[in-house]
């Protein structure tokens, strides 16, 4: 599983600014016209980071459809909550230098109608590797007692440079709904 992270860590940080912008462009555009983004109230996007997938154009469009949109906060206990992010919410970093919202409402994760996820390897099976916290996975365990997965979809976006032929699962991964990259 380290070897996969490392690998799809250096291929996304190999992009260039340009490509990456690019990328990330194509993925918001794929991500918007799906019916997943259309169909949603409340969603969950990251804010991004260091060469991940730059979400702020899905947040912008989600915004301007008058959707209500969260950002992930990772509390002192190693659990992830979600606050709400509006244009005028004020943001600081937390102690991975990541932004998140501050003093705005929250919502329960189950409430969520879709949840736009960072990752960093993933597989045509809809497996993810992320940095290793286990945040969303532990944040979403309450998906693998669930037959009929109704809410939230768990979506992730990618660059397609991060795909793996194959990861294997560990038996607390919650696999995602779909994955948007720069060419699925």
């Excluded at 918007?32 to 979400?55: G, H, I, Q």
């Excluded at 365990?141 to 939230?152: D, E, G, I, V, Y």
Aim: hydrophobic content about 45%.
């Amino acid at each position: 599983m380290k070897d996969l992270r490392r690998t799809a860590l250096l291929a996304r940080r190999a992009l260039t600014d340009e490509e990456r912008a690019a990328a990330s462009a194509r993925i918001a555009s794929r991500v918007v016209r799906s019916r997943e983004f259309s169909a949603a109230n409340t969603l969950a996007c990251y804010l991004p980071m260091r060469e991940e997938v730059d979400t702020t154009r899905i947040i912008a469009r989600a915004w301007r459809a008058k959707k209500r949109i969260f950002a992930p906060v990772i509390d002192s206990r190693g659990g992830m909550t979600f606050r709400e992010l509006r244009p005028e919410t004020l943001l600081e970093r937390n102690p991975f230098a990541l932004w998140e919202p501050v003093g705005s409402a929250q919502i329960a994760a189950k409430d969520l109608d879709l949840v736009i996820t960072p990752l960093v390897a993933f597989d045509m099976n809809l497996n993810r590797i992320g940095m290793g916290g286990g945040y969303f996975d532990r944040c979403f365990a309450f998906l693998k007692h669930r037959r009929n997965w109704l809410r939230p979809k768990l979506v992730g976006v990618a660059f397609d440079c991060q795909h793996v032929e194959k990861i294997e699962p560990n038996h607390w991964d919650i696999p995602l709904y779909r994955i948007f990259s720069d060419r699925r």
